[in-house]
């Protein structure tokens, strides 16, 4: 009984673990080269270039903060809010290119993102999504902000 | 609500400093072009006849590149420049790309056709690949 009652814990801080140094290590690599990474949002031909800039060095930090978040667990429902709000925003973009039928990165790890093409990075954002929404319901409930 | 001043200064102080003191921070504004670089406007009206050169990996070439375009990279300069010399006419002009408005192996493929090879009328593509694609 006291088995069974652990593992859902313990998926839970794995998860956790698991998406914060998902978003930790995306804000890392992004953040290490700003100017490549604007290269890869003006490849989305959603944004031009003032806010273009405005996103290459706010996302990063807004990642790491979310990273850190869900590490040390602040803030938990805080982040899973935004993690939510992120992956979705991310998710439209993405399906908004491969639409439109522009062959580009997703530039979400950076250069050295080991996924090419939308099908593959939307897949990903898919099953963090779901981490997300399998986290929300194991822990944020009884998480007090 | 601790939480939500986290969520919101933290990123908030932390993009001001990357903005401010990065080393590769971004642009604010698209860089005007430069010496020899020309827009794909510009291109598109001249009358002289156009040979591409795409100064961007093999790899990246083989991938897509524009029509008629030599393959032409630090790589492969020596088997390659002769393909380039056989449509090279008098009055012809060369346009180099390579990725986009940061990369610089245009720029030093276009001065290596102008220096060590001796070609005139080598141009650099204003935003390279990436402002063909935006024009198709």
Known sequence: MGIVEKRPITMELLFRLLLGAVFCGAAILKGMNPQAFQQEILAYQLIGYPL???????????????????LF????????????????????????????????????????DPVHGQPMALL?????????????????????? | MKSCLFYGLFPLL??????????NRALWRQPEPVDNEVSLNEIQGWKESVIWVDARSGQEYRKDHIPSAIELN??????????LLELWQPGCRVVV???????DSSHEMAERLTGEVGLSDVYVLYGGWASWRKGQ
């Open chain 2, 74 to 83: 630090v790589d492969n300069f020596e088997s390659n420049l002769p393909h």
């Open chain 2, 97 to 103: 790309y390579c990725d986009t408005l940061q990369c």
């Open chain 1, 52 to 70: 273009s800039f405005v996103v290459a060095h706010w996302l990063p930090a807004m990642e790491f903060a979310i990273g850190l978040g869900l």
């Open chain 1, 124 to 145: 990903r954002d898919l099953i963090l999504i779901a981490i997300v929404l399998f986290l929300y319901r194991r822990g944020a409930a009884a998480s007090p902000n």
């Open chain 2, 14 to 23: 932390l993009g001001i400093l990357s903005a401010s003191f990065h080393p």
């Open chain 1, 73 to 112: 667990r602040y803030g938990y429902r805080t982040a899973l809010f935004l993690t939510l709000g992120l992956l979705t925003m991310f998710s439209i973009a993405l399906t908004w290119t491969w639409i439109q039928g522009l062959d580009i990165n997703c530039g979400c790890f950076g250069k050295i």
